[in-house]
DNA sequence: AAAGGTAAAGTGGCATGACCATTGCCGCAG
DNA sequence: CTGCGGCAATGGTCATGCCACTTTACCTTT
C-alpha cells in the first residue's frame, strides 16, 4: 500500500464538543473575550453555533477542567482567570503523584547515578558536571530570577545522571524533573534553603571529582533529604497564597 | 454574624459531573483499572452510578480533557495511559539502549522497591505478589511457551514494585520490562536458569514475608545479577532467534 | 483454501424537549 | 428608605430517539 494517506484530510476533524471547545479558545484567544466576561447563555450559544445543548455543554466541561472557563450555577459562565488557569494545571499534575513518591524517585535514581559517576564517570561527563557547578555558582539570585535558578539547578543534577553513563536512567531523571517543576515551583525561595544547597552541591562535587563513591552517595542521600524538606514546608505555608479565595 | 457556617456542609458537593468524574478517578487511582483497560459502555456505567447519559458525557469529556482517558468512537473509554510512560517509552525506542544499561537500571529500581516492600508493604498488596508467584510455579514450561512464562516472571517482579507504593516506581519498572521483553526474549530458556531463577524468586519472596528489607534487597540483587549473566551468555549465542520476524 | 466484501451488533455522537435548582434583580409593602 | 418576596434568567439534570463509526463473523468470490 502506498504512503499517500498523509494527502487526506477528514472533512470535519474531531466531535462537536471539540469543534466547539476550539472555537470558544480563538475567541477567547483573540481577545474579543478578556477574563471575567460572560459568555452567552448555553441556550443562545447553542443556537449561534447551530448545534444542541448537550453538545455545548459537553464543550463546556471540557474548557472548564482545562481551567478555561468558570461556571457559576445561576449566573452564567465565565472566562477564567488567567492565575487560575495556571494553579489549576498545576494542581493537577500534583494530583497525579504525590510529593512524597517524586522524592523517593529522586532517592532511587540519584544515589546510584552519584556512586557510579564517581566510580567510572569520565572525565570529559564529570568537567561537564563541575561547569554546570561553576555556573550556577555565578549566578545572582538577587534578582529573584527564580525560575533560571531552579534551571540551573535542575541541570547540575542531570549532568550528574549523564555521568553515570546510563541513558535510561538518564531519560528517566528528566521526566522526573519536568514533574517536579510542573507541580510546584523551586524550593529555593524557602529562606536560606539557596545557602545550604549550596554547601551541599559543593559537598557532592568534591565527592565525584576524588572518585568516592560512598561519600557521593552520601552527600546526594543528605542534599535529597534537606531539598524534601523545604518543599513539605513550602507547601505547608502558603500554597498558592496569589490564587486564594479564588479557588473552586 | 457568627463563623457557624463551616459546621454545615452541603448535602452534595459540586455537580453529578464533577461527582462522576471523581469518582472514575478513585477506581483508576486504585489500579482497580488500569492503562488500557476499557470502561463499561457508556449506558451501562450511567445506570451503574444512578445517573443518566448526558452527566455521564459531560465527565467523560472532563476527564478526556485532562487526559485521563481515551475515548474512541465505535470501540469504548479507555484508561489512557499517563503522557510520563508515553514519552519515556518513545524516547528510549528511538535510542538503542545497552542491555547493560537496562539491567543496571533493574538494579536501581528493584533494590529499593525490594527493601520498601519488605518494610512498608501493606498485606494486600504482598498477597498479590505471593498470588503472582503462585501463579509462575504452578505454570508448565514444558510445553514450551516461554512468552507466557516471560509475562509471568514480569509480572512477579512488577507486583514487588507496586508493593513498594510508588506509582513513578512502578511506571518505569513497566516501561523498563515492556523494552526489556522487546528487544529480547526470555533468558528462562538459558539450561538450567529456570530451575535457579524459581530458587531465588522463592529467597526474594520470603524475604518480603519476613518483613526483612536487607535480605530481601540482597535477594533481589542476586537474581538480577545471574538474570543478567544469562542474558550475556544468550546474547552470545543466538541473540534475537525467538522474536524474529514477531516485530512491529 | 485464501481473499475480500458485506451485514449485523456493539458502542460512542448528537439532537430534542422537558423540568429542576440556583442566582440575582426588581418591585412592592412596611 | 429598607426589607423581603417573587419572578425571570441561567445553569443542572434527565429521558429518549436516532445517527455514525468499529469490530466481528460470515459468506461470497476467486
Known amino acids: 500500500m502506498s504512503d499517500d494517506h498523509h494527502l487526506w484530510t477528514p472533512?470535519?476533524?474531531?466531535?462537536?464538543?471539540?469543534?466547539?471547545?476550539?472555537?470558544?479558545?480563538?475567541?477567547?484567544?483573540?481577545?474579543?473575550?478578556r477574563p471575567g466576561d460572560r459568555l452567552p447563555p448555553e441556550r443562545e450559544l447553542a443556537a449561534m453555533l447551530g448545534t444542541s445543548r448537550p453538545s455545548l455543554r459537553e464543550a463546556l466541561q471540557s474548557l472548564k477542567a482545562r481551567g478555561w472557563v468558570d461556571i457559576r450555577h445561576g449566573s452564567g459562565?465565565?472566562?477564567?482567570?488567567?492565575?487560575?488557569?495556571?494553579s489549576l494545571r498545576e494542581a493537577l499534575l500534583a494530583e497525579e503523584v504525590s510529593l512524597r513518591e517524586l522524592?523517593?524517585?529522586?532517592?532511587?535514581?540519584?544515589?546510584?547515578?552519584?556512586?557510579?559517576?564517581?566510580?567510572?564517570?569520565?572525565?570529559?561527563?564529570?568537567?561537564?558536571?563541575?561547569?554546570?557547578y561553576g555556573t550556577m555558582m555565578s549566578a545572582n539570585p538577587a534578582?529573584?530570577?527564580?525560575?533560571r535558578m531552579q534551571e540551573l539547578d535542575a541541570a547540575f543534577h542531570l549532568r550528574i545522571v549523564e555521568a553515570a553513563d546510563n541513558r535510561f536512567l538518564a531519560r528517566t531523571q528528566g521526566?522526573?524533573?519536568?514533574?517536579?517543576?510542573?507541580?510546584?515551583?523551586?524550593?529555593?525561595?524557602?529562606?536560606?534553603?539557596?545557602?545550604?544547597?549550596?554547601?551541599?552541591?559543593?559537598r557532592i562535587l568534591s565527592a565525584l571529582l576524588s572518585g568516592n563513591p560512598a561519600a557521593a552517595r552520601r552527600a546526594a542521600l543528605t542534599h535529597i533529604n534537606n531539598?524534601?524538606?523545604?518543599?513539605?514546608?513550602?507547601?505547608?505555608?502558603?500554597?498558592?497564597?496569589?490564587?486564594?479565595?479564588r479557588q473552586a
Open 11 to 33: 472533512l470535519r476533524q474531531g466531535t462537536v464538543a471539540d469543534l466547539i471547545a476550539r472555537r470558544i479558545l480563538e475567541v477567547i484567544g483573540s481577545d474579543q473575550l
Open 77 to 86: 459562565v465565565f472566562v477564567a482567570e488567567p492565575a487560575t488557569t495556571r
Open 103 to 132: 522524592y523517593d524517585m529522586r532517592e532511587v535514581l540519584e544515589l546510584p547515578a552519584a556512586a557510579w559517576a564517581a566510580k567510572h564517570g569520565d572525565a570529559a561527563k564529570l568537567a561537564a558536571v563541575q561547569e554546570a
Open 143 to 147: 534578582r529573584g530570577d527564580w525560575r
Open 175 to 202: 521526566v522526573l524533573q519536568e514533574i517536579l517543576a510542573a507541580g510546584m515551583g523551586t524550593t529555593l525561595r524557602v529562606p536560606g534553603r539557596l545557602e545550604r544547597s549550596r554547601g551541599e552541591h559543593e
Open 227 to 245: 531539598a524534601r524538606k523545604a518543599a513539605l514546608s513550602r507547601l505547608h505555608e502558603q500554597p498558592y497564597a496569589d490564587v486564594a479565595g
